[in-house]
T-cell receptor
Framework: GAVVSQHPSWVICKSGTSVKIECRSL??????MFWYRQFPKQSLMLMAT?????????EQGVEKDKFLINHASLTLSTLTVTSAHPEDSSFYIC???????????FGDGTRLSIL | QKEVEQNSGPLSVPEGAIASLNCTYS??????FFWYRQYSGKSPELIMF????GDKEDGRFTAQLNKASQYVSLLIRDSQPSDSATYLC???????????????FGKGTKLSVKP
């Protein structure tokens, strides 16, 4: 099946640090990538959708200046959490799809802990 | 508000039995339907997708779609303890969310298969 690689898998850092998470589609070209966040025992919440070469579309309530998304190529999207604070601690998961209506394949997620 | 509804469970079945997971969705224009499995602390894994009315079988899994009733289900035959996880129903439709191609997830049904 389609493989999506997400890195790093676990980050622990101090409050105020910026953290970059990478999402790569390894065996297909992903025109669309998605970024989700999941708090413990809650459902996945979509943060933003990014299409290669264009600006990301953010969901209501997600600060675009805090969560910077770049989708510069068909195989790579990055999410940068700027000036992270403890309330940003969560499980961040990316997914990639060949086109917007095709199945999304998920990366393994990044567990972010801000001290 | 467009919604995807699932019974949160837990659904408990004995090993070897058929597990039946159900999902309803509110937008009649929904086009694509997906079942994901999520183990605790892990990211979702695609199990099945279905686009047309009827049944779709893949190994021990059968997805059933009834667009008239706005209902999609997942059957797991010969359930194994390793099938114990949370099963997420997800829907893509033109009227969901702010972006084309958004997956809208249900909150998931927790399945427990007892040896």
């Amino acid at each position: 099946g389609a493989v999506v690689s997400q890195h790093p898998s676990w980050v622990i850092c101090k409050s105020g640090t910026s953290v970059k998470i990478e999402c790569r589609s390894l065996d297909f070209q992903a025109t669309t990538m998605f970024w989700y966040r999941q708090f413990p025992k809650q459902s996945l919440m979509l943060m933003a959708t990014s299409n290669e070469g264009s600006k990301a579309t953010y969901e209501q309530g997600v600060e675009k200046d805090k969560f910077l998304i770049n989708h510069a190529s068909l195989t790579l999207s990055t999410l940068t959490v700027t000036s992270a604070h403890p309330e940003d601690s969560s499980f961040y998961i990316c997914s990639a799809a060949w086109t917007s209506n095709q199945p999304q394949h998920f990366g393994d997620g990044t567990r972010l802990s801000i001290l | 508000q467009k919604e995807v509804e699932q019974n949160s469970g837990p659904l408990s079945v004995p090993e070897g039995a058929i597990a039946s997971l159900n999902c309803t969705y509110s937008d009649r224009g929904s086009q694509s339907f997906f079942w994901y499995r999520q183990y605790s602390g892990k990211s979702p894994e695609l199990i099945m997708f279905i686009y047309s009315n009827g049944d779709k079988e893949d190994g021990r899994f059968t997805a059933q779609l009834n667009k008239a009733s706005q209902y999609v289900s997942l059957l797991i035959r010969d359930s194994q303890p390793s099938d114990s996880a949370t099963y997420l129903c997800a829907v893509i439709g033109p009227n969901y969310g702010g972006s084309q191609g958004n997956l809208i997830f249900g909150k998931g049904t927790k399945l427990s298969v007892k040896p």
